[in-house]
């Protein structure tokens, strides 16, 4: 089973910036980012393949969000703009960790991933 370890979270004011790392133990394929906010279900943030070709994004956070991964250090990055305090969440990485994906596949739901990091706190204050 591949480990995913997730860093950058913190507490930041509305306007500013922070980037996330998840870094894996092992090689992963089509990998994301969920959040979760107080009082609220996991919501899906933005996905990538595995080979960074293609990128996903909800509506809440494109044009501000951007996802980006280096195979060679086993890592994905969420470099998150123009924060608001919705933003304010948990945010797990998760990762397909089984041969055979297309080399475009960018999943959407929890249930598409094999993989999940322990999750870090953003805080976004007013």
């Known amino acids: 089973q591949v480990q995913l370890v997730e860093s950058g979270g913190g507490l930041v004011q509305a306007g500013g910036s922070l980037r996330l790392s998840c870094a894996a133990s092992g090689r992963t394929f089509s990998s994301g980012w969920f959040r979760q906010g107080p009082g609220k279900e996991r919501e899906f943030v933005a996905s990538?393949?595995?080979?960074?070709?293609?990128?996903s994004y909800s509506n809440s956070v494109k044009g501000r969000f951007t996802i980006s991964r280096d195979n060679a250090k086993n890592t994905v990055y969420l470099q998150m703009n123009s924060l608001k305090p919705e933003d304010t969440a948990v945010y797990y990485c998760?990762?397909?960790?089984?041969?055979?994906?297309?080399?475009?596949?960018?999943?959407?739901?929890?249930?598409?991933?094999?993989?999940w990091g322990q999750g870090t706190q953003v805080t976004v204050s007013s």
């Open positions: 990538i393949s595995w080979n960074g070709g293609a990128t």
């Open positions: 998760a990762a397909r960790i089984r041969v055979g994906d297309n080399l475009f596949y960018t999943p959407r739901s929890a249930a598409d991933f094999h993989s």
